[in-house]
């Protein structure tokens, strides 16, 4: 998750004007969601420097015309306006009202040239769209929240969008997914400018972990974007969705489409924001968890029934997108289960100490030995984690009582 130091180096040296690396601009509009406004406010605009948290300057500026209205109806008065921007080093926008509707000129503007004059861009959840509307994201990656990732792919279509990340950093401009996941990021820009202890220090303050493991696969939807409804590819999504206990590849998926397989990628990754195979590879996943919940298949059976040529296969690809075995997945979700309630699923609390692989070296390894394209049940480790790496805190394969999956035992 580091990022290089000389890019940082080279990042400081670009600077220019009476732009300072320890000053932090947040660019907050009307109708934004007041829990993603927060998170940069908390992270850069608390004095820490009592536990070990180097201080920021934070500067609250307006987009627009204030007072501006947020969640709940509350209305804020930023005390700067565009102009301070000029005097930042991070400017963070923290989410955007609506992903239809264009942000201000103005604020375009204000981007462009903090961008131009070495200032680093960072983007929080639906942020990413203010950025990509600059054509900041031109030709990089970047992600967004799951939900609107397919939007952001189909309206930007330079922006190289992966809804699988929690935070990508590119180095002078940053993107992270949804709500939480600007925490994360934001932890990530104090690891890089101060160091490992320093963001350590504040995950603690912030009772959080300094670093999650895995993305954004574990929360995402099996139903098709909202985009996709009228279009062709439609009804071959539907099929595959319909078919996942069959085992087909890309190249079938294409045929069904009467497209060849270069154009159907194309199609694909522009209405959905994710490459057909890893699409197929995450819904056959997601059907393995409800199978997991709510069946009494062996993990052997389950692997049949979602498509996966062998049960190897699958213990691979749901350990790389969850953080657990399968086996230990469905023993700490029965764990959970309540008496005589309904069942509560333990995807949104499996967490290992495993970084999340958001970084653009990271990503370009994780690329280049990515499966090829019949490969839908390739097994190997992710690039760069080791088999020990990958190992989730407790394999519960044995009886006793099951601990969720990177739960810590107490000392």
Same mark, same amino acid.
């Given at each position: ?31 934004? !969601? ?21 201080? *920021? ?32 080093? @991070? ?14 000129? +103005?604020?375009?503007? %204000? ?14 959840? @639906? ?20 939900? *609107?990732?397919? @939007?952001?792919?189909?309206? *930007? ?23 939480? %996941? ?15 202890? %320093? ?19 574990? *929360? ?52 959905t924001g994710s490459a057909p195979l890893q699409w197929l590879i995450t819904q056959r996943v ?39 075995s399968p086996a230990a997945y469905r023993a700490a979700y029965r764990a959970r289960r309540p ?11 499996? +967490? ?6 958001g970084t653009a070296s990271n990503r370009r390894a994780a690329a280049a030995a990515s499966p ?38 107490? !000392?």
């Open positions: 998750m580091s990022q290089d130091s000389a890019t940082v180096t080279e990042a400081a040296r670009k600077l220019t004007g009476r732009r300072r690396r320890e000053v932090v601009a947040v660019l907050l509009f009307s109708g934004g !969601p007041i829990f993603e406004s927060s998170i940069p406010l908390s992270v850069f605009g608390i004095d820490r420097q009592d536990a070990g948290v180097p201080r *920021y300057r934070l500067l609250v500026c307006g987009g627009e015309e204030g007072p501006l209205r947020t969640t709940g109806g509350l209305e804020l008065t930023a005390p700067y306006g565009l102009e301070a921007i000029s005097r930042a080093g @991070t400017v963070v926008v923290p989410a955007w009202r609506s992903i239809t509707s264009p942000p201000p000129a +103005e604020a375009l503007e %204000a981007l462009r040239r903090a961008h131009e004059e070495g200032a680093r861009i960072v983007g929080l959840c @639906t942020g990413a769209f203010v950025l990509a509307a600059a054509g900041l994201l031109d030709g990089r990656p970047a992600t967004t929240h799951w939900m *609107y990732a397919p @939007t952001l792919a189909k309206r *930007y279509p330079s922006v190289h969008v992966d809804p699988r990340e929690l935070f990508v950093d590119d180095g002078d401009v940053l993107t992270s997914a949804g709500t939480a %996941a600007g925490i994360d990021l934001c932890l990530h820009i104090v690891r890089t400018d101060h160091g490992t202890e %320093a963001a350590g220090a504040l995950a603690r303050r912030l009772v959080v972990p300094p670093r999650r493991s895995g993305g954004q696969e574990r *929360y995402l939807d099996r139903s098709l974007p909202e985009e996709i409804g009228s279009d062709p590819l439609a009804e071959v999504v539907a099929w595959a969705l319909e078919h996942l206990h069959e085992q087909f590849d890309v190249e079938t998926l294409a045929a069904r489409a009467y497209m060849s397989r270069r154009t159907f990628d194309r199609r694909f990754r522009s209405l997601l059907q393995a968890q409800r199978l997991l919940e709510t069946s009494d298949y062996s993990v052997d059976e389950v692997a049949g029934r979602c498509g996966f040529r062998s049960p190897v296969a699958l213990r691979g690809h749901f350990r790389r997108q969850l953080g657990s008496q005589g309630g309904a069942l509560e699923s333990v995807t949104a609390v499996l +967490e290992t100490s495993v970084p999340a692989q090829g394209p019949s490969a839908v049940a390739a097994s190997a480790p992710a690039p760069g984690n080791s088999p020990e790496s990958l190992r989730p805190a407790v394999e519960a394969d044995v009886p006793g009582r099951p601990t969720l999956p990177g739960q810590r035992s107490a !000392p």
